[in-house]
C-alpha cells in the first residue's frame, strides 16, 4: 500500500531547492556567492570587526565555477566547523539579535548545490585567532544531514590570523549571473561604507569598494523575548529550561524588559498566583498566561538593542559614494515592533548626480533588510506597495520623470521573510506604516531643497 | 562567542511557519482547511476510491476553532499513525507519481499550529478497513521532532470501515478567511464532479457538492527517475541501493523508459564500459555519466502514466456545474516534461451563463496543481504571465467586457512551487509554452463558437 518514509532537513532542501533560491545555475550562482558573503560579513560585524571580504569566481570550463570567499571575521571554532559547512539547520544565528544569517540553512545550501552539481567536496581553512588554524575538507551526507570529513588538518597560526576561507566547485551561468551579482556588491557596499570588499569575476574583472571610513555601528546585542512574541510553545520551552519555581520569578527573569514590578502588576491584572509553580500549572492556566500576556497594554515595548541599523551618516556616506547625488534624504525611524518583534526602518531618497532616470514604468528602488539587498520580486515586497500608493505630487516628485532612488532598509531580530531564498518581504502593517513615514519624511526633506533650489534660480536670474 | 545550536526540522518550521502558509490566524485558518483536505483526497484517489470527505469547522469562542476532516479514504496504519501526524518530514509522498501532498509537512504544520495556539493535542482515528480500528491522540514533541502518544486504544472494527478522522483546536479567524474558504471548495469541486464533499462552518451553513458522475480518473503509478532528471547525489544513492554490478545493469534496471538496448547504446555514445561496477566508479567517471545522461539526446521522454490529470470530459462536467456557461472548451496537452519531470496542461474557457463579467483590470483566472486550487500570488504565477502576453483580440475575446473565465491545471510529479505554502507556480519556459498553447487551442474553440452563434443570430434576424 503507501510507503512511509521520513526524510532528514537535509533531503528536504536537497529535493526542494528551488524554495531556497537554488531553481537553475543562473539563480544558484547569484545565490552561492550571496550566502557565503553574507556569512563573512556577519562573522566580522557582530564582533565590531572591520570586514575585509574577497570574492574570486573562477571558469574551470564546462560550466563549472570555483568560488573562493576569504574574510578577517571571527573564524569558526574547531570542533564545529564541520556542522557550520556539513549539517542543515545548524548555526549560531537562532538567536534574537539582528543578523543577515536566520535559518542555519544558507552556507550549507550552497555547499549541497556544488556536491550535486560537480561532486565538489568543500575545503574550510579558520581560525579565531589562537594559536592553531585548521583546515577541513568535507561532504554533507544528505540522507542522515551529517557532515563527511573527508580531511582535517591542524597547523601552527603564528601570524595569529584570524578568519576565514571556503571554497567549492559548482555548476553555475556566470553570464546570466552576472549583473545580478555586481549589483549585489554594489548595493552591499551602499550600506557599509567602513568595509573593504574585493570582487574578482570569471572574465578577471576586479570590484573594488575600499572603505571610506572607520566607523561602524553598534553591534546587535541578544535580548530576551518579549512577552508580544510568545506563543504556547515557546513559553513552555522557557518554563522547562528555567530553574524559577514561581510565575513570579519565571516572568522577571526571562522577559524582554519585564522584571519584578511589572510581573506583579501583570500577574496581578490577570488573577493568576505569582507564587504558582510554572512547572506544574496547567494546560488552562498555561493557555490563560500566553494570551493575556500578548494583550496585557501594560509592558513595556520592545527596544532596540537587539537591532544593529546603520545610521543616517553611514548610509548618507555610502549613497553618496555610489551614486555622488545632488541631494539625498537620509531618515531612521525610532524602532517599532510586529509580534513582539523589534524593528527600525531606514530610509533615504537621492536625486540626481548620478542617479538615473528610470523608463517611464519603472522606478530605481533598492530594498534591504538585515543589511542583505534584495533584488529579486519588487513587485511583491512590501516596500513597493508602499511606494506606490504615496501621492508623489504632494512633494512635487515626478517619479516618472526625475532622476530619483529610494532606498529602504528594515532591521529586524525576526525579518518577515516570505521565502527561504530571502527574496521579499511580506505584508504587516506595522512595518508598512514605518516604511511609509519613513519615505514621506525623506520626500517631506527633498521638497524642501528643491524649492530652496528653485528660489535660489529665479534669484540669480534676476 | 558565537553559541552554536542545532535545530530539528520541526523546530525549523515552527520558528519559521509563516514561510509554509500559517503567517496569522486568517491564513492559517485557511491553510488548515486545504491541507487536512488535501491528505482525505489524496487518501481516496490513489486508491480509485470515489470520495466522501466532511469538514466542520466549529467555533468554539475566544478565537478557538475546532477542525474536524473525516474521510473515506484508504486510512492510516497503525504504527505510521504517530509519525503521519506527529513527525515533520514524514509521510508516503516522497515518489515520483502525481499527489496533492509532497514535503512530508502539511498534515503536521496545521497540527503543531493548533498545539502552539490553543495547548491542542490532534485526535486521530483510523482504520485500513481490517478487524481493528485505532484512536490515537497525540502532541509534536517540536524540539526533537518526535510525536508524544497521550493516548491510543484499538477497538473493534465490526463494519470494516476504512478511512481518517482527524480532530483538533487552533487559535483562526473565520469571519476573515470565509470567502477564500469557500471558494477553495468550490474549486475543489470543480475538479472532482465524482467526490461527495460537505464542509460545515461554523456560522451553520452546509455547504455540499454531491457527486455527479461515478467515473474517476485512473490513478497515477509510482515510476522510476528518468535521466534528465538526475543529479550526483540521486545517482550516487541509486547506485549505493542497487545490487547492479555493472554499468550496464544499473542504467538497464532503474530509470525510467531505459531498458538494455538503451543502456547500451547511451554507454557506447559516451564511451564508457558496459562492465565497470558502479560502485566502484571514480568522481570522474560519475560526474561524465550524470552530465552525459543529461544530454543524451536518444532517451525516451518521460511518459504520462505517474499522472493523472482530470480529463476533459470531468472537468467540463465540474466547469458546467459550477458555471453553467453558454459554452466552455476544454483540452488536455500531451505529456511534457521539465528537467526530465513529465507533466500535463489541461485548461478550459467558460463563456457566458454564471460566469460573471470582472471589473475592468481584473480576470477569472483558476488555477490548479495537482487538482489543489491555488488562490494566492495570482500575479506572481506563471499562468498569469502566459495570459497576460497573450492578444485576445485575435480570437475575437475582449477579457475586460465579455464574461469570460480562464481554467489552468497543471499535473506533475514535481510541481515547481516557489514556496513550501504551495501558493503559486515558478516559471519555466516548457511549462510555459504548454500552458500558452492550451490556452490558445481553446480560445481558438472558443472564437469558432461565438462565429457560429454570431452567423445563426443573423440568419435568424432575417
Ligand atoms: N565566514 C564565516 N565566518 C564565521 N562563521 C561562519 C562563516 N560562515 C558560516 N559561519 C558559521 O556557520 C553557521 C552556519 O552558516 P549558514 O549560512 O549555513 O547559516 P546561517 O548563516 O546561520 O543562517 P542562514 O541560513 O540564514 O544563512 C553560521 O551561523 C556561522 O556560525
Ligand atoms: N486523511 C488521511 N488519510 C490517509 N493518510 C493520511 C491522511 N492524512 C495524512 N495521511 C498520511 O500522512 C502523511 C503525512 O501527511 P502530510 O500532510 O504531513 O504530508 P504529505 O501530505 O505527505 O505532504 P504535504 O506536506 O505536501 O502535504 C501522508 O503522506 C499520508 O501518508
Ligand atoms: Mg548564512
Ligand atoms: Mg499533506
New interface residues.
Given amino acids: 500500500?503507501?510507503?512511509?518514509?521520513?526524510?532528514?532537513?537535509a533531503?528536504?532542501f536537497?529535493?526542494?531547492r528551488?524554495?531556497a533560491g537554488f531553481?537553475n545555475p543562473v539563480r544558484a550562482t547569484y545565490t552561492i556567492i550571496r550566502e557565503l558573503v553574507e556569512n563573512s560579513l556577519d562573522a566580522c560585524e557582530?564582533y565590531s570587526i572591520m570586514p575585509d571580504v574577497r570574492v574570486k569566481l573562477i571558469d574551470d570550463g564546462?560550466s563549472i565555477y570555483r568560488i573562493k570567499v576569504e574574510d578577517n571575521g571571527?573564524g569558526v571554532?574547531y570542533e564545529?566547523v564541520p556542522?557550520?559547512f556539513g549539517?542543515i539547520?545548524?548555526?549560531?544565528k537562532?538567536?534574537l539579535r539582528q543578523s543577515r544569517g536566520i535559518?542555519?540553512l544558507g552556507g550549507k545550501m550552497a555547499v549541497l548545490y556544488g556536491?550535486?552539481?560537480?561532486?565538489s567536496t568543500v575545503k574550510a581553512l579558520s581560525s579565531?585567532g589562537g594559536f592553531e588554524k585548521y583546515f577541513y575538507e568535507l561532504s554533507i551526507n544528505?540522507?542522515e544531514n551529517k557532515p563527511i570529513i573527508r580531511k582535517k588538518e591542524v597547523t601552527p597560526n603564528p601570524g595569529r590570523w584570524r578568519g576565514t576561507i571556503i571554497e567549492f566547485s559548482f555548476e553555475g551561468d556566470f553570464v546570466r549571473a552576472k549583473p545580478k551579482i555586481v549589483e549585489y556588491f554594489r548595493q552591499t557596499a551602499i550600506l557599509m561604507p567602513y568595509a573593504n570588499i574585493i570582487y574578482i569575476s570569471p572574465d578577471g574583472v576586479l570590484y573594488r569598494f575600499d572603505r571610506i571610513t572607520e566607523v561602524m555601528p553598534k553591534p546587535a546585542e541578544e535580548v530576551k523575548p518579549h512577552p508580544f512574541g510568545v506563543?504556547?510553545?515557546?513559553v513552555h520551552?522557557m518554563i522547562n529550561a528555567s530553574r524559577s519555581t514561581t510565575l513570579m520569578d519565571f516572568l522577571a527573569n526571562n522577559f524582554h524588559r519585564v522584571g519584578v514590578a511589572t510581573a506583579m502588576n501583570f500577574l496581578k491584572s490577570i488573577k493568576m498566583s505569582p507564587d504558582l509553580n510554572p512547572k506544574t500549572m496547567d494546560?488552562k492556566d498555561?493557555?490563560k498566561l500566553v494570551?493575556r500576556m500578548k494583550d496585557y497594554g501594560e509592558f513595556q515595548p520592545p527596544d532596540a538593542q537587539c537591532l544593529s541599523p546603520v545610521g543616517t551618516d553611514l548610509l548618507k556616506a555610502g549613497i553618496i559614494r555610489e551614486f555622488s547625488p545632488e541631494y539625498v534624504a537620509v531618515t531612521q525611524r525610532r524602532a517599532s515592533a510586529y509580534a513582539g518583534y523589534p524593528f527600525v526602518i531606514e530610509a533615504a531618497i537621492a536625486y540626481g548626480g548620478r542617479v538615473p532616470i528610470t523608463p517611464a514604468d519603472e522606478m530605481l528602488v533598492l530594498r534591504f533588510a538585515n543589511k542583505i539587498p534584495l533584488l529579486y520580486?519588487l513587485?511583491?515586497d512590501v516596500a513597493m506597495k508602499v511606494i506606490k500608493r504615496i501621492n508623489w505630487q504632494r512633494y512635487k516628485l515626478d517619479v516618472k520623470t526625475m532622476p530619483i532612488a529610494f532606498f529602504i532598509h528594515i532591521c529586524a531580530t525576526k525579518v518577515?521573510?516570505?521565502?527561504?531564498g530571502k527574496e521579499y518581504i511580506?505584508d504587516r502593517p506595522e512595518v508598512e506604516y514605518e516604511i511609509e513615514w519613513a519615505l514621506k519624511t525623506c520626500a517631506r526633506e527633498l521638497k524642501t531643497h528643491m524649492g530652496k533650489k528653485e528660489r535660489a534660480y529665479i534669484a540669480q536670474r534676476r
Same sequence: chains 1, 2.
Avoid at 115 to 119: A, C, D, E, K, L
Avoid at 416 to 420: D, I, L, R
Fill in positions: 500500500r503507501e510507503k512511509f518514509q521520513s526524510i532528514s532537513a533531503d528536504f536537497y529535493r526542494n528551488e524554495i531553481d557582530q564546462n571571527i571554532p564545529q556542522y557550520a549539517q539547520l545548524f548555526g549560531s537562532y538567536t535559518f542555519g556536491q550535486i552539481t560537480s561532486h579565531t544528505v540522507q506563543d504556547i510553545e515557546m520551552r494546560s498555561l493557555v494570551s520580486d513587485h511583491s518577515p521573510y516570505k521565502t527561504v511580506a
